[in-house]
Each structure stands twice: as C-alpha cells, then as structure tokens.
C-alpha cells in the first residue's frame, strides 16, 4: 500500500450466483486525487462502488481507508468515517424538500458541520432549496445527489456516472465541481462512461474488464493501450 | 339520521386511520406487508380486556402498557427477522410468507391463552352518559376512541414531519441504500418503525371491544384485511395517506351498516378492488409510490 493511498483496495471479488462481477481487483486513491474507473458495460465499475461504499459485502480481498480496514463495516459507518457516495440513477428522498435532503445527510454525518448554504450554492440548487425533491429535473437531481454527499464532508467520494444525461455546459460545470472538491483535499473515485468528461478530471484512471483492472495510468495512454482497445472495440 | 352516520362515519373513520397506520408505517419504511398485523391488534384487545378483567383498569391505563411492551416486541421482531430476510433472494415473497406463520402462530397461541369465546369490556367503562356532537348523541366510549385515535396520528405526524428521527424515517422509506450512504442507520430507523407501528396497532386494540364489538382470537386476518383496504384507498406507502383511506372507509362503512346492513361485511372488499382499478396509486396518488 502506498504511504500517501487514503483508499487501498486489494483482491476485492463478489460474485452474484455464478456471474463474477469483481475478480480480484486492486486500485488506490490519494488525497486529492480524481481516479477514473472505466470500462464496457458490465465490467464491474458500479459494483466496485457498491462494495466499496458497502452497499454489498465483499467475497473476498481487503479495502482499507487511511490504513483501516472498513470491509466489515456497514454501509452507514462507511459514510460516517467520510466515505460518501452518488448514485448512477439518483434517488433523491422525494418527499423531502432540497434543503431537507441536505439537513437528513448532514444530521448523520462525520462532523455534523452544517454547510448546507455552501453546498446548495456550489452545486446551483440554491434557487429550489424550497422545493420538493420529486419535483427536480434530472439534472437538478444529479446535483443535489452530490451536494448530499458533500454536506457530510467527505474524505473519500465515489462518483457514479454522473455525467450521464447532463448537456455540453452541464458537463463543463460539473467537471469544474469535481475539480474544486479533490483541490480541497477531498480523494475522488469517478465511474463515467463519457471518456471526455473524464479527460477534463482524471489524472490517472483504471480500466477494467470482467472484473478485473486492464490498465493502470493516464487516460490518454489507455486509449494506446492494445488491450483497452481490444475491450472497448470487441476485436 | 344522514348527518348521524356521516359523524358516526368519521369517528370511525378516524379509527379506522388508527387501526391501519401502523400497517402503512412498516410498508412505507421497509416495503412488506405484516400480515400479522391485525394479530397484534388483536394482542392489545386482550392485553386491555386481561387488565379490565383482573383488576378492574380501565382500558385507558392499557396505552402505556401497550406501547412499551410492542415496541419492545417490535423492535426484537426486526432484528430477529428483516435483516436476514432481506439478504435473501427475494424479501418480499420470503417475508409475506413469514409473516403469514407470525400471524398463524400468534393466534394458534392466543386460542391456547385465551380460549376460542368472545370477550368483551362494556362500553359503560367510559361512563354511561351518551357525548352529544353537532346535536347528536354518540356512546362514550366511540369519542372517547376517536379522540384517542386522532392523538395518536398527531403524534405520527409529529414524528415523521417534525423530528430528526422522523425526516430519517421519510428518506430510508425514499431509499434505503441512498439513505444509509448519508450515515443513516437504516435497521435502527427501521426497527423502531417496526415497533412504532406495532405499538400503534396494539393501542387500537385497546378500543376493538368498543369499536368492533368483541375480541376474539381469530379477528387479526379480517382487521388486516381492512387495514390493507384502508391504507390503499389512502395511498400505500403514504403514513398520513391512511387518515384519508380511515375517513373514506369509515363514512362508507356506517352509510352501509345504516342502509345497506347486509351488505356492509362486503366493504374493505369492493372498496379495495374497486380503488385498485380506479386508482391504484390511491387517492393521494403518485406521491407515495414515488416517494
């Protein structure tokens, strides 16, 4: 493990009845630092989120969080120690205003710190703060999953494709977002299909493949890479 | 007579609210239906009729009673069952079945406890003099269980709409994962929902002898029944939605037992299938499926 990883992630498997969906796989985040995790469709990117954040337990392999293990712990323990999460498909709690999405999310946090103004500014939700979480767009629902995972003020965030569905100018904004956070300190795991989006945020990403990590580097090295390419293009 | 049933219908009717809520709590908050639920209530009618019985309580000290003891026991219930039913492959069929033995189990013991006769507290517990409201003349004991009915929602309400414990509740009932990554503890949250809303229908237990006219072994599955019936009129999922589905169901029940006597035992029934195919989100509609 490397002195300056905040998250280490070693051999993690989970298997879903016969279906293998992580094999083994190995990957480090520092303080500060956006990783890409990339890949085709079903290589185990989200359920390398899932496990991690606690959503599922882990087969087997080891996941550390500045030297502790946390695999054995659940979901919202992970969450109070600073590791918070977005979803894929948000689900934000509908009956909820916005402001009382982020009230619920700090109330149980690691500092219990209320900057809920601070978030719903930088994530532009400050004009329905008011309104009902049901009623957003989903674009505006992808933001306030992300401003309720960082009113908990979190040390470890992992991003699940939340560039999906957002247009040109969104996706410019929410680059900019991410790269504030990880310049406060904050160590950033990125699943994203969208490779451009990406290239704006990730120094460095992990490809993988049928559950397991392909390639270790910056992106633009990756699309070089004969057996990225060979994933991504079926040859 | 019409604004006599109308009146009757609605402290039924809010009731009828108290009996289900606990039934629309635990779905809400954990997405399964407790069919032993109207065999809890069915514990409280006894728990109430054994303290009026041995020492003469009115059934008004039974509350307390009823709300410590089932909370406990529902709070033991989750953790002895939901966290292991939900790591299996499929929750919801395993717990409908489970919960069906919970239910068969409860009344298989009562039967044993209590034996298979009807009880029953007389109403005049309460006092003797009739309650006049808007110019008519109820029995004591009907206000005296529509006023404890309309406390207990209050206190429901203020529970999930004004407590930190509450806005907790409301988001693992939006997403439970979602909830438990904001630090949430959703088997802590949910135990004590599971507590609460046997606790709820433990304390409209205490009012059946009054309200349904007699305890019996055997009446969980029909106040189950209704309660179901109730709570999809109101919006499935949607705690507060069951005041709605109470006071629907209980106006329509006293126009049937005032008019249409006979036919009155076929209400939850044709209410149910009719909402489903007219409405099946319930009257409050999308807020609680999506909620």
């Known amino acids: ?59 087997a392999g080891t996941i550390r969080f500045d030297g502790r293990p946390v695999g054995g712990l659940p979901i919202h323990r992970r969450a109070r120690l600073g590791i918070n999460r977005t979803f894929q498909v948000p689900k934000p709690f509908r009956s909820l205003t916005v402001t009382e999405n982020l009230e619920v999310a700090s109330a149980h946090s690691r500092s219990g710190d209320n900057q809920i103004r601070e978030c719903l500014e930088l994530l532009a939700l400050d004009s329905v703060a008011g309104r009902e979480a049901a009623s957003l767009t989903s674009a505006q629902q992808k933001r306030l999953d992300l401003a309720r995972a960082l009113v908990a003020r979190p040390r470890l965030l992992l991003v699940d494709e939340i560039g999906a569905g957002l247009n040109p100018a969104e996706l410019q904004l929410m680059a900019q977002t991410l790269l504030a956070i990880a310049g406060s300190g904050v160590a950033l795991l990125v699943v994203e299909h969208l490779l451009g989006f990406l290239r704006a945020v990730a120094s460095r990403v992990v490809v993988m493949d049928a559950g397991r990590e392909i390639f270790e580097g910056p992106l633009d090295l990756a699309a070089r890479d004969p057996q990225v390419i060979d994933v991504f293009l079926g040859r | 007579m019409l604004s006599y049933t109308l009146l009757a219908g609605l402290l039924f009717g809010l009731y009828f609210s108290l009996v289900a809520v606990g039934l629309n709590l635990v779905f809400g908050v954990m997405r399964l239906i407790n069919l032993a639920h109207g065999d809890f209530l069915m514990l409280g009618a006894f728990l109430a009729y054994g303290l009026y019985a041995a020492a003469g309580l009115n059934p008004l000290y039974a509350i307390p009673a009823a709300i410590v003891a ?10 002895a069952v939901v966290p292991r039913l939900q790591a299996s492959r499929d929750p919801q069929m395993l717990s409908f079945i489970l919960l069906f033995g919970v239910s068969q189990i409860i009344e298989a013991l009562a039967v044993i406890a209590f034996g298979n006769n009807q009880r029953a507290i007389p109403a005049t517990v309460f006092g003797s003099r009739p309650v006049l409201l808007l110019g008519q003349s109820f029995p004591v004991a009907w206000v005296v269980s529509a006023a404890v009915s309309a406390v207990a929602l209050v206190v429901v309400y203020v529970y999930l709409y004004h407590s930190r414990l509450g806005y907790a509740t409301r988001a693992v009932m939006a997403s439970r994962d979602e909830a438990a990554s904001t630090g949430i503890n959703v088997h802590r949250v949910s135990a004590i929902a599971l507590g609460t809303g046997l606790a709820l229908a433990a304390v409209a237990g205490v009012f059946s002898a009054f309200m349904l006219g007699s305890i019996e072994p055997d009446m969980g599955i029909g106040i189950t029944t209704t309660s179901f019936a109730v ?56 807020r609680v499926r999506l909620a």
């Open chain 2, 70 to 79: 089932f909370m406990l026991a529902g709070v033991a219930l989750y953790y």
């Open chain 1, 1 to 59: 493990m490397s002195p300056n990883a905040l998250l280490s992630v070693s051999g993690l498997s989970k298997r879903f009845g016969a279906y293998r969906a992580l094999d083994g796989l190995s990957l480090e985040v520092a303080a500060g630092e956006i990783l890409g995790l990339v890949g085709p469709n079903g290589s185990g990117k989200t359920t390398a989120i899932n496990v991690i954040s606690g959503v599922y337990a882990a087969d």
């Open chain 2, 231 to 286: 709570i999809v009129i109101g919006s499935l999922g949607n705690p507060l939605g069951t005041v709605l589905g109470g006071l629907v169901y209980g106006v329509g029940l006293m126009v049937m037992e005032t008019f249409y006597p006979s036919w009155a035992d076929l209400l939850p029934y044709v209410l149910l299938i009719l909402i489903l195919l007219v409405r099946p989100s319930g009257l409050l509609g999308q």
